[in-house]
């Protein structure tokens, strides 16, 4: 009997642990993000590709080559309190907070509440003549982002000062508005050298900019290209119309994502998230303001005539007021046949003093003043039709008609809306072929973070839309793939479901352990009925 009371006690033990043990396997890191455990991690090697196929191709996996070839910028910020011009803020190769290619690496915004940049020199200058640009990399909100702005001058973008970051973090932190973005700029040809790089802040031309903005409720997927006017050489930014597709997840999973742009000499575009094409269009037809101006504009120094008269209708002015027509008249009156209820209290008031109110032992009246009790309502008025002061009711003025006006006719002189006339516009001039923006040299990160741990990885830039694809299946997709395979598991719905947050974990422990510690407790008390029915058998027996 020990031995089967022992086996019962042994598979209890083991069912408690069972359930529990994947639990307590998760690991937490320094910031309170669960990661979770790697058992079944696949072998991770950095993407390859041809290097005459591209312009840029960037894995971060490579610690040394990084460092010989990115520049951090140097340079301070226009503008801003001296405290926090200079571009500080810390760039960091490092494993993602979420491990899921074991070895796989990324770059990392490290630090909040700096300006950050960081910048590297395109293999090989891109032209825009006769291939697409493709530009695609990966994004990794590790954090709930709270607060992320970048140094972009010139756009309309909204942008807040460091002092304003600080009320709206807090808004945000309190109101549980996430806010973020992370946009990669394109740097024109103007960029050259790695000196230049060290001197790359908000006001350094570009050419194109491109990635994920978030800010409140607003959720934004910029492609924003500097157009240069062909007739004096002017620059103006040029905005994409918005995605078609809601992204709010996104900035919530804290999964990689792939942001991909892609841009045809035929002047069209397609911005992909993930092999999906979330928008697409034309350079010239979808975009704020469009590149070429209108043909005719209103003429600046038209001016409406003085004699021109844009009222449809005036006042009657044969119109005269009726004699009988009193305007001092009321327009409510006491009803003259209202006449007072029988049994009206006149003597009695609405509200009396509370008879059973008694003044606090605590009433102080050089403190508090005299007391007075609470007023309550007269119960001798709860059968009377009322009490008080009778007064008749008002009821509406018959003879009232209130301020005269006269009425309105056509007007005989209306020569309708004015509009000034049209003329050729000065500045108008045909640009057929936007594409042909200014050559690319040079590719860089520049931010406002008020949330770090913001992770980038597996940049490409290239002219080949097949080129740009084997570089996502080599990477993105194998940890796309790794993600689903563990969210098709039960575990894997329920790590997802919970965001990886570690105070769940112990919740689901204990949901866990609830029934299988009942259960064990019927087994132990089972095994001592039946030990206690065996022994008084053996009693009975021997007596």
């Not at 309309?156 to 600080?166: A, L, Q, S, Y």
Request: aromatic share 10%; glycine share 4%.
């Amino acid at each position: 009997m020990a031995a089967f009371s022992r086996k019962f006690l042994i598979f209890g033990a083991l069912l408690l642990w069972a359930v529990i043990t994947p639990v307590t396997s998760s690991d937490e890191d320094d910031d309170g993000v669960v990661v979770e455990s790697v058992e079944d991690e696949l072998p991770y090697h950095s993407p390859e590709i041809d290097v005459k196929k591209v312009y840029l191709a960037e894995h971060f996996d490579d610690k040394n080559a990084f460092m010989k070839k990115w520049v951090k910028s140097e340079a301070k910020k226009q503008g801003v309190d001296e405290n926090i011009a200079k571009y500080d803020g810390k760039w960091e190769i490092q494993t993602p907070t979420r491990k899921i290619l074991k070895g796989d690496l990324g770059l990392v915004l490290t630090t909040e509440a700096k300006h950050a940049a960081i910048s590297t020199m395109l293999d090989k200058p891109f032209e825009f003549k006769d291939k697409p640009l493709i530009v695609q990399y990966e994004v990794t909100m590790q954090r709930l982002m709270m607060e992320l702005e970048g140094g972009h001058r010139n756009s309309v973008i909204k942008r807040r000062n460091p002092i304003e970051f600080g009320l709206v973090f807090n808004d945000a932190k309190e109101e549980g508005q996430n806010c973020g973005g992370a946009y990669i700029k394109l740097l024109s040809k103007d960029i050259s050298t790695k000196t230049d790089l060290k001197k790359f802040y908000d006001q350094t031309p570009y050419t194109i900019m491109f990635g994920p903005d978030k800010c409140g409720n607003d959720n934004k997927l910029h492609f924003i290209f500097r157009h240069k006017n062909p007739k004096n050489g002017s620059i103006e930014e040029k905005h994409s119309k918005k995605p078609s597709q809601r992204l709010e997840d996104l900035y919530k999973d804290k999964e990689p994502h792939l942001y991909t742009l892609i841009v045809r000499p035929d002047n069209t575009f397609s911005v992909l998230v993930d092999n999906r094409e979330v928008n697409s269009g034309s350079l010239l037809d979808d975009f704020t303001p469009p590149v070429n101006p209108p043909e005719e504009i209103d003429d600046p120094n038209d001016n409406k005539p003085e004699d021109w008269d844009e009222r449809e209708k005036i006042v009657d002015p044969s119109a005269r007021k009726p004699d009988d027509w009193d305007e001092d008249a009321p327009a409510q009156i006491v009803d003259p046949a209202a006449v007072k209820p029988d049994g009206w209290l006149d003597d009695e008031p609405e509200m009396i003093p509370d008879s059973d109110a008694k003044k606090p032992d605590d009433w102080d009246e050089e403190m508090d003043g005299t007391w007075e009790a609470p007023l309550v309502d007269n119960p001798a008025c709860a059968a009377a039709p009322g009490c008080g002061n009778w007064k008749p009711p008002m009821i509406p003025n018959p003879k009232y008609k209130g301020v005269w006006r006269a009425p309105l006719i056509p007007n005989p002189n209306y020569r309708g809306k004015w509009t000034p006339r049209r003329i050729l516009n000065p500045h108008y001039f045909r640009d057929d072929h936007p594409f042909q923006m200014t050559p690319i040299h040079a590719v860089g990160f520049e931010l406002w973070s008020m949330s770090p741990m913001l992770l980038f990885d597996n940049l490409i830039i290239t002219d080949d839309p097949a080129v740009a694809e084997e570089w996502a299946r080599q990477s993105f997709e194998i940890k796309r793939a790794k993600l689903s395979r563990d969210s098709a598991s039960l575990w894997g719905r329920a790590m997802r479901a919970m965001g990886y947050k570690p105070g769940w974990w112990a919740l689901y422990a204990v949901y866990c352990a609830i029934p299988v510690t009942v259960y064990v407790c019927y087994l132990v008390r089972r095994i001592n009925e039946v030990t206690a029915l065996t022994l008084a058998h053996a009693w009975c027996c021997i007596s």
